[in-house]
């Protein structure tokens, strides 16, 4: 079973950037498809970005299409979050989590993924 700890968040004035990670052990990273997500206060869980376990095909959410990259280094077993053009709606914890299986797209939807960690906030300021 593997674990996943988030790092990274933070205070951040809009039109900024931040770049989180997520550090992983105790399972074999590079088989996972791995994704991030992120919920604000009163909302539900949504999909941000996920990427393939071989890191050659990514999808994100169309709300940061453009402005937000997800990346992958399975020989450092880290998962990565480049935030960039960042904005008040922006704020959230946000959550890596790891799908066991090996979808050709990553995906879309939490009840995908099987592990989360504990989650980084993120806050935007205008």
């Known amino acids: 079973q593997v674990q996943l700890v988030e790092s990274g968040g933070g205070l951040v004035q809009a039109g900024g950037s931040l770049r989180l990670s997520c550090a992983a052990s105790?399972?074999?990273?590079?088989?996972?498809?791995m994704g991030w997500f992120r919920q604000a206060p009163g909302k539900e869980r949504e999909f941000v970005a996920g990427?393939?376990?071989?890191?050659?095909?990514?999808t994100y959410a169309d709300s940061v299409k453009g402005r937000f990259t997800i990346s992958r280094d399975n020989a450092k077993n880290t998962m990565y979050l480049q935030m960039n053009s960042l904005k008040p709606e922006d704020t959230a914890v946000y959550y890596c989590?790891?799908?066991?299986?090996?979808?050709?797209?990553?995906?879309?939807?939490?009840?995908?993924?099987?592990?989360w960690g504990q989650g980084t906030q993120v806050t935007v300021s205008s």
């Open positions: 990427v393939r376990w071989n890191g050659r095909s990514t």
């Open positions: 105790g399972g074999t990273f590079s088989s996972y498809t």
């Open positions: 989590a790891a799908d066991r299986e090996r979808p050709i797209v990553p995906g879309t939807t939490a009840r995908r993924y099987n592990y």
